[in-house]
């Protein structure tokens, strides 16, 4: 007899044959279900063999007759007269024409008509999820940097890639002097504009915004421009087109002849950290993706107002949803390592979406550093990224870490950086809170040969007065280490 049930989700009523009692299936909205078991009275006998043989787990539709054998019956009469009467006439038909009507009953019956899994609407890709939408673009203030500046040719270069809003700039890698295929990664930048001389320089490790950590490693950097950022074509989408672009400029540095185009990663920086988590959704040609403080509670945020201005309409649904990286975390194809600090307001939200695409097998993970901001932790997580990536050489991703492991980066990095910070203090002489003194503490500076770090002066004047001078002393870039020295001495 046919059994009866609903979906827990979204309440729709199912009936189906009493053979599938105890398969799994899957409701048209995504959720998993499980077939209930006959009532003990109507149970086939254990030697039973089912009526038909089916695949343990399908898909429920209204419109497949064998999960809805009730779907013929009911008929009114004239319909049923109808179908008969041309029953009868296909019979006569086939007589005249000499053929036996019954022929078919000697041959042995073809195999029903198996129902295939398809993935739930939330497991498809980023692409298919959006397949057919269109966004409506509104007016916004947003506006670009203009065009980008040109880096030291020794350092990164000016190239352009061609994405679907046409051709992006972006900066980039020389190439290497030996022919060794290398790995690469496209970091995309923080906030909107465009790309700026930033990316190559030093800054201090409390906000490392920069590419340096990869810069001096055996691997091409790549920082893409993304449509109406700059001076390049197309319209700022906020989320959307833009992950078009991404992509191509992913797939550009891919057919790069000097790099392996099988270890191609992505990053970015908040705004730049949701965009490589929705690129971690969809098709790509990333292996890994590494998203540092993207946005993992997007849709709750614009209904809440936290986004004062979007260049689309938030009352739209769809233009909220297709946007949101919490809808598509179902989706994510690739290792995606997730961070932030544990003040962050995406911390909570972050862990939750991880935990819920791990339980259904989608490669998020999820690692929030107590005590850290998203700037703090930039600095000793790209490198020990930068390190990673180096030692990944197999044919798929082996980069792993545990939210222990990467307070444990965290921590260990802050805590010698405090140690390196106190030696050199203990290397400065001492001086007096006087002019004279700004100028001694000066040519101290400049005998320890840091000039080409930018190691500076400021003094501060107040009411015609000199009150007091501040010291900033950022080591040689190459070295990979940066000191912020404050003094404040008052007259």
Not at 423 to 440: H, M, N, S, W
Request: charged share 25%.
């Amino acid at each position: 007899m046919p059994i009866e049930f609903t979906c827990p989700s979204c309440g729709k009523a199912y009936r189906v044959k009493d053979e599938l009692a105890g398969r799994s299936a899957t409701c048209k909205c995504g959720e998993r279900l499980s077939i209930p078991e006959l009532l003990e009275d109507n149970a086939l006998a254990p030697d039973s063999p089912p009526l038909v043989s089916m695949p343990e787990t399908f898909v429920l539709a209204e419109d497949n007759p064998y999960l809805n054998p009730d779907r013929f019956r009911g008929r009114p009469l004239h319909v049923r007269l109808a179908v008969g009467s041309l029953a009868i006439a296909a019979l006569l038909l086939a007589t005249v024409l000499g053929l036996d009507p019954f022929d078919w009953l000697d041959k042995p019956k073809s195999a029903p008509q198996v129902v295939q899994e398809v993935p739930p609407p939330f497991k498809r890709s980023l692409q298919e999820q959006r397949g057919g939408f269109f966004t409506e673009l509104t007016p916004h203030s947003f506006t670009p940097t203009g065009p980008a500046t040109d880096p030291p040719r020794d350092v990164m270069r000016k190239v352009y890639y061609e994405s679907p809003a046409g051709e992006l700039v972006a900066y980039l890698t020389p190439p290497p002097r030996n022919e060794q295929r290398l790995p690469a990664i496209v970091w995309v930048h923080n906030g909107y504009g465009g790309i700026q001389p930033w990316l190559w320089k030093s800054m201090a490790p409390q906000d490392d915004r920069t590419v340096k950590s990869f810069l001096d490693k055996d691997m091409v950097v790549m920082c893409p421009s993304l449509r109406s950022e700059n001076d390049n074509p197309g319209k700022f989408e906020f989320l959307f087109g833009e992950v078009e672009d991404l992509i191509a400029a992913g797939n550009y540095v891919a057919s790069i002849p000097y790099v392996d185009p099988t270890r191609v990663y992505v990053a970015g920086l908040s705004e730049g950290g949701t965009l490589a988590m929705l690129a971690a959704a969809s098709d790509s040609p990333f292996r890994a993706a590494f998203v540092f403080g993207g946005d993992t509670d997007f849709e709750a945020r614009v209904r809440s107002g936290n986004y004062k201005e979007l260049p689309f309409d938030r009352n739209r649904l769809e233009e909220v949803e297709l946007r949101a990286p919490e809808n598509f975390a179902l989706a994510i194809r690739i290792p995606t390592f997730y961070f932030d600090g544990s003040d962050s307001i995406h911390a909570e939200s972050a862990q939750r979406v991880a935990r819920r695409a791990r339980a259904d097998g989608a490669p998020l993970h999820a690692a929030i550093i107590d005590g850290g901001n998203r700037y703090d932790i930039l600095r000793p997580l790209k490198d020990f990224i930068a390190d990673a990536i180096l030692e990944d050489t197999g044919e798929a991703c082996t980069i792993s870490v545990t939210p222990e492991q990467a307070n444990h980066i965290y921590s260990d990095y802050w805590q010698g950086y405090k140690q390196r910070e106190q030696r050199f203090l203990e290397q400065l002489p001492p001086v007096e809170p006087t002019p004279i003194a700004a100028l001694k503490l000066a040519e101290s500076l400049e005998e320890q040969n840091v000039r080409d770090g930018a190691a500076g002066i400021m003094l501060r004047y107040e009411n015609g007065d000199l009150e007091g001078f501040r010291c900033g002393l950022i080591e040689n870039p190459s070295a990979y280490e940066s000191f912020v020295v404050r003094f404040e001495l008052l007259l």
